[in-house]
């Protein structure tokens, strides 16, 4: 049975920093796909940051050289280091992970945390 749950959520002032992470159980042992989303209510979810199972990782041009998405394979952890935090980054944020990946794509289901929130005041 796959599990996220996310930690690290909070409030901060405009150009803070927060570490949001992302503990994992039943995904494969190793590198795995997985991804940081964020959601405000009444939009769209959208992804922000994602690794791939080889290893490389991408962010959306949103938050381009502010946030950061690495992972502790011996953890089997999965974190997003959020710098210089502006108000439009306050959402409720989830990581993800596919059943499949395949060449960077995800497939099958999706698997989802339960959330953490964080909020960006100036």
């Known amino acids: 049975q796959v599990q996220l749950v996310e930690s690290g959520g909070g409030s901060v002032q405009v150009g803070g920093s927060l570490r949001l992470s992302c503990a994992t159980s039943?995904?494969?042992?190793?590198?795995?796909?997985a991804g940081w989303f964020r959601q405000i209510p009444g939009k769209v979810r959208e992804r922000v940051a994602r690794?791939?199972?080889?290893?490389?990782?991408s962010v959306e041009n949103s938050v381009k050289g502010r946030f950061t998405i690495s992972e502790d394979n011996a953890k089997n952890t999965l974190y997003l280091q959020m710098n210089s935090l502006k108000p439009e980054d306050t959402a409720m944020y989830y990581c993800?992970?596919?059943?499949?990946?395949?060449?960077?794509?995800?497939?099958?289901?999706?698997?989802w945390g339960q959330g953490t929130q964080v909020t960006v005041s100036s």
């Open positions: 690794i791939d199972n080889d290893g490389s990782t």
């Open positions: 993800a992970a596919p059943q499949i990946c395949s060449g960077g794509s995800w497939r099958g289901i999706t698997y």
């Open positions: 039943g995904l494969p042992a190793g590198r795995y796909c």
